[in-house]
């Protein structure tokens, strides 16, 4: 069986896209098949954070509207057999599909996916209400500042509205020499202004920007995002894994680091 | 100056979790946040007529139950201390 999930955030700018790829990524590491969709019309972005931007022939707009079949437009992943890409187009906008034709899209893919995972543009519009209409279930991103969170709140709301049943919670850039400098909310502190499921947290890490530069993923990578993004994808595929101690994993790092700085 | 300084001495992120609070509540409820910290000391001081409260400690929580059409219970809660 089949899931379908949309992962938004209200704000943009708090890693919607890097979230989409890297969960995706994770769950193709699974051995899931997996296809990930980008809603956002007219703003394309997940084809570039996956490094397939050259691959492009048809998009989804040219699916809804039929002028091809759903698997040629479909972009089979660099590294991973079972993820696929399915690209926006860049030179229309919004109107230009609807939620009925979102959720007859999604309903074919189902029949050929385990996960079907939908990259929601920012805001509250029509980019959404056609994000949302085909979900089952909603993964919202958001980062430890006042503007994001608020936004988060706003579309958690917005998801109940609309029945939206499991909705978990990604909070991303998490600077944890801030945290523990009091200059930055903690998770534990986001979690109790939403008061929904944490999904996971990732650590605000270079690996993560670089990564994105050359068009991979972070996840599979040695690095502490990695592992985060990984152990997302696991527990979205139903197992049970335990939080990574962001604090005291740094802690050895940053502590090496601030010896050298002494110097 | 002075009331400047006392911002500034405590960490950002204690300033910023009440803000972000306070709009959150003030967004979900619909109103200003001068209207939210009215409301707030006025259900203490309707509480503390009949109980005996310890102010600081308190946290009190709303919940706004609206009948949905699918018949369903639409609940928010909103933490206002």
């Known amino acids: ?263 | 100056m002075g009331q400047r300084q006392d911002r500034y001495s405590r960490a950002s992120g204690r300033i910023a979790k009440t803000r972000t609070r306070l709009t959150v509540a003030s967004d979900r409820l619909d109103c200003n946040q001068t209207e939210l910290a009215q409301m707030q000391e006025e259900v203490l001081d309707l509480l503390s007529k009949y109980m005996n409260l310890d102010r600081e400690s308190l946290k009190i929580r709303i919940e706004i139950i609206r009948e949905t059409k699918r018949g369903t219970k639409d609940v928010k809660t909103i933490q206002i201390k």
């Open chain 1, 1 to 263: 069986m089949s899931e379908v999930l949309v992962v938004t955030s209200g704000k943009g700018g708090v890693g919607k896209t890097t979230s989409t790829a890297n969960i995706g990524a994770g769950l193709a590491r699974l051995n899931k098949k997996v296809v990930l969709i980008d809603t956002d019309i007219g703003l394309r972005n997940l084809d570039v954070v996956m490094g397939l931007e050259n691959r492009i022939i048809y998009n989804l707009v040219d699916v809804v509207e039929g002028n091809c079949r759903v698997k040629q437009a479909l972009i089979r992943d660099k590294h991973y057999p079972g993820l696929y890409l399915l690209p926006s187009a860049q030179t229309r906008d919004k109107s230009a599909v609807s939620p009925e034709q979102m959720i007859k899209l999604v309903d074919g893919l189902t029949q050929l996916f385990d996960y079907v995972l939908l990259d929601c543009p920012a805001g509250i519009e029509q980019g959404f209400r056609n994000a949302t209409a085909a979900a089952q279930r909603a993964i919202v991103v958001t980062t430890p500042e006042v503007s994001a969170i608020r936004d988060a709140d706003r579309i958690i709301g917005l998801l109940q509205a609309d029945g939206i049943k499991k909705i978990d919670l990604i909070v991303n850039r998490i600077r944890v020499d801030m945290v523990r400098r009091g200059e930055m909310m903690s998770v534990e502190d986001v979690l109790d202004i939403l008061a929904i499921n944490l999904l996971g947290a990732i650590p605000d890490e270079e690996s993560v920007v670089i990564a994105a530069n050359h068009g991979e993923f972070v996840v599979g990578s040695n690095t502490l995002s990695g592992q985060a993004y990984m152990n997302i994808a696991r527990r979205i595929a139903g197992e049970t894994v335990p939080l990574i101690d962001l604090e005291n994993s740094a802690t050895l790092l940053h502590r090496v680091a601030a010896l050298f700085r002494r110097k």
